[in-house]
């Protein structure tokens, strides 16, 4: 537990006739403030000094030169690291900010003592239209660099700062001094793990203010440290997209969905394909050289890969495949965004099936696809151009960004008629939303390759590579309410085309309360069967990244 001591510090460079009013105003929350003279003025210094003498609260450190506010505030946390402080709340001298929030921003950062918590200006009419449109470009970058709507703004001087992990930060990389510094800190905590907390606060620009921002060698400053941090988001990409694993895949959130998405997309438009596809090369070897957890979840797949296709031989994955692998996944991600931005379509898809298909459709009733995380489902938004019979595509998710998501697709694609459902369990309303939406012709989407968490009785286990595997009941369980057509679609690159295999699964799954059990053991054991024909055709597209054979724990055991 954090021990809460909070102080102020302020940068200044020459705001003399600023200072005394701004400090006057925080005396009042009798907090200690740590002024950092960044080499100012002689009249300003005198200013500065006289502060300190008539109050006991108020500190100055003179730096010997002008090192730029970023410089200024790194000083000042260290300082204050040095004195016992747990918090820094950094309060720019020239009084832009309102100091009427200071109150609130000392509460969030008291309850929230491991993160930093950061003013969300808003403006009034005072903020010059280039500012504001510079603030916004950066902001899309800190997007981009951190694969995350965490930091919703990364330039405002009016936060407060964790001493500690800022220091380690300070410590282990080489921070911009000057205007560059306030963003910069911002993402390399953000990658460091510390949560960024935003609050709305008032910001203004005084007419007789003065700005040290210097246009083109700032300008060109920032855009540098944005290069650099760029770079630095794909040396850390597989850790934002791998989150760490536990015992069972649903205990980390899936939050690539929709940040990391939205970000990848507009990195790839930016960049475009050929250098995204060499860039990925070196951050999963890098990846593979630095997680031992992937690298034993893949060496213990690519074993019962081995193990099944070669009947019985005992040949020992290494490394290479384990980066093969990676690299798969990670063009698999490429392939999404560019079926997002139009670069792949229907007619790079070779398609088996869809007669089959088209023929369940054509009455009017729709269906349900069992799908899992194998090869690039994605593709399928393409369909309703080679299969007109198809309305419109609904797919099943366990995680609470689909409506978010939702918004991202139409965003990228005003077209998409992809629709995300974000299902905890069925119930009666979800089971009454479905048989709507598949009366009316929709496809349903699920996949049926993941167990639900922390419940045996809802899972059947059936044979996949040679050992037995948990399938979640769940999928099979729908469709014996829904009553409607169900098959199986797989897609899996095949050189640089796709192959995409729709197959019929059941006309109808019918479950009867006497033999559900067994039931739903053999259609586990068709679906498990249908998986493992397609696995062991195309095994480097598998992006299962946990313990497949493992069983789920119970919840009774997973709460403890």
Known sequence: MVNYSPCIIIPIYNHGSTIGATVSSLLTYNLPILIVDDGSDASTHEILDTLATQNTLVSVDHLPSNLGKGGAVMAGIRKAAKLGYSHAIQVDADGQHDLNDLTKL???????????????????????????????????????????????????????????PCVEVLDSANLGQRMDFDPEIMVRLYWHGVQIITMPTKVIYPKDGVSHFR??????????????????????????????????????????????????????????RPVFSLLLKFVMLYYVATSSEVRFVCKKYWSHVLRFSRTGTSSKPGWR?????????????????????????????????????????????????????????????????????????????????????????KHINAEADFNLIHLDEIGIDTSIQLKDMVDNGEIIVIAADRTPVGARNRITQAEFLGQKASFSQGPFILASILQCPTFTMFCARNGKR???????????????????????????????????????????????????????????????
């Open 106 to 164: 000392v509460k969030l950062a008291h309850e929230n003592p491991n993160a930093l918590v950061s003013g969300q200006p808003e403006y009034d009419e005072s903020v010059p239209t280039h500012r504001y449109i510079a603030r916004y470009i950066t902001h899309v970058w800190v997007w981009i660099e951190t694969l995350s709507f965490s930091i919703k703004d990364s330039m405002c001087g009016f936060r407060a700062y964790p001493i500690k």
């Open 215 to 272: 246009g083109l060698e700032d300008n060109l400053r920032i855009s540098w440290m944005h290069t650099r941090l760029f770079f630095g988001m794909l040396k850390r990409l597989p850790f934002l997209v791998f989150r760490k694993r536990k015992a069972h895949w649903s205990d980390t959130p899936e939050r690539g969905g929709v940040r990391l998405m939205l970000a990848l997309y507009h990195s790839y438009r930016l960049l475009g």
């Open 321 to 409: 495949q384990t980066y093969k692998h990676l690299l798969s996944f990670g063009e698999a991600m490429l392939d999404k965004l560019a079926v997002w931005a139009g670069d792949i379509t229907i007619d790079d898809l070779d398609i088996t099936g869809e007669n089959a298909l088209r023929n369940a459709l054509k009455h009017g009733k729709g269906a349900i696809l069992f799908v899992s995380h194998f090869g690039n489902i994605e593709v399928c938004r393409a369909l309703g151009r080679k299969v007109p019979e198809i309305t419109k595509i609904n797919a099943l998710v366990f995680n609470t960004h689909a409506q978010k998501f939702n918004k991202v697709l």
């Open 498 to 560: 796709f192959e995409v295999g729709f197959k019929p699964f059941s006309d109808q799954i019918m479950l009867p309360r006497k033999t559900r059990d067994e039931a739903l053991g053999r259609y586990v054991t068709q679906y498990s069967e249908a998986l493992e024909s397609w696995v062991v055709r195309y095994p480097e597209q598998w992006f299962n990244f946990f313990d497949f054979w493992q069983a789920p724990e119970t919840s009774e055991k997973r709460s403890k």
